[in-house]
């Protein structure tokens, strides 16, 4: 059974940082776009970022852009989320998400529609003090 697995969520004070991680097994990883998704209490899950197959194309929200950057290590099936200069409106459950199998290049662009996810993480809390 495909499992994702997300880590490195917690407590940051507003200008903080903070690196998530999510490592995926029972998936051959390097044929999979990968994605960040968030859901805040009461509010729809929305897109954070996401990364293609190679990582060679990235897109990102217009919230975050400029402050997170996605990245994967295909040798270590795993998908990171650096996250600079956090926010209160940042706070939320952070879960990530996998799309495939896809071509092993940049030209199969990465989705910003949770509709376009085949695999799910359970997710970590991200909480932002002011």
């Known amino acids: 059974q495909v499992q994702l697995v997300e880590s490195g969520g917690g407590l940051v004070q507003a200008g903080g940082s903070l690196r998530l991680s999510c490592a995926a097994s029972k998936i051959t990883f390097r044929y999979y776009t990968m994605g960040w998704f968030r859901q805040a209490p009461g509010k729809e899950r929305e897109f954070v970022a996401a990364?293609?197959?190679?990582?060679?194309?990235?897109i990102y929200a217009d919230s975050v852009k400029g402050r997170f950057t996605i990245s994967r290590d295909n040798a270590k099936n795993t998908v990171y989320l650096q996250m600079n200069i956090l926010e209160p409106d940042d706070t939320a459950i952070y879960s990530c998400a996998a799309d495939g199998p896809r071509p092993f290049s940049s030209t199969w662009y990465p989705s910003q529609f949770s509709r376009d996810y085949d695999y799910w993480g359970r997710g970590t809390q991200v909480t932002v003090s002011s």
């Open positions: 990364i293609s197959t190679n990582g060679d194309s990235t």
